[in-house]
């Protein structure tokens, strides 16, 4: 499954960017979505995921309230709303997927070793 980022960019304190990840046209509304992000000097963490239904989603604690994940099937795209941006959110925001089953509406994982498939990442940066 290829993926591709976009609209990352440099934002203030505060303010609000919202990422798209772009799938194939094929299969993609087979595929259970993640986002991860990966600060200079850091692990990749988790930040949220989506079943391939759209039914079920999961956050990083530090993210709840301020991130929304959500998709939409009919244009291959899952996003990432970011509200409240912080200097620690700073980093590059990868999209990962995997194909699941037809059957497994309600599943996300929040594993990075759960996924297949990786964008090339779009970079975030929060100034103060």
Known sequence: VQLAESGGGSVQ?????????????????RVATGWFRQAPGEEREFVAAISWSGE????????KGRFAISRDNAKNTVYLQMNSLKPEDTAVYY???????????????????????????TQVTVSS
């Open 95 to 121: 999209c990962a997927g995997r194909i699941v089953g037809v059957y497994q509406t309600n599943i996300s994982y929040n594993t990075s070793s759960s996924y297949a498939s990786w964008g090339q990442g």
């Open 56 to 63: 079920s989603t999961a956050y990083a604690d530090s993210m």
């Open 13 to 29: 304190a505060g303010g609000s960017l919202r990422l798209s990840c772009e799938g194939p046209r094929s299969s993609f509304d």
